[in-house]
């Protein structure tokens, strides 16, 4: 990936909420290179996706991600040890 979508990420991670933007924002620092290509284009495509609903999936209600987004969801929550 080019430093250029790489900056278009970081910038589509910083959010409307200070939990979403150092949550996402580390998850693309740290874990991001590591994914494989299915779960690079889920994360590109949740980023677009509302604050809300990123902040209820992440934070509140894991189980109301749309499936396509699980595997993802379980991922960046396992990352950052965010637990129950």
Known sequence: MSDEALRRLAWQCRRGM???D????AFLEQEYPALNEELKAAFRQFLQEGDTDLFTWLFEAPG?????YAPLVARIRESRGITS
Do not use: F, H, K, S
Not at 22 to 25: A, H, K
């Open 18 to 20: 200070l939990e979403l």
């Open 22 to 25: 150092e949550l996402l924002g």
């Open 64 to 68: 109301q991600a749309p499936e396509r």
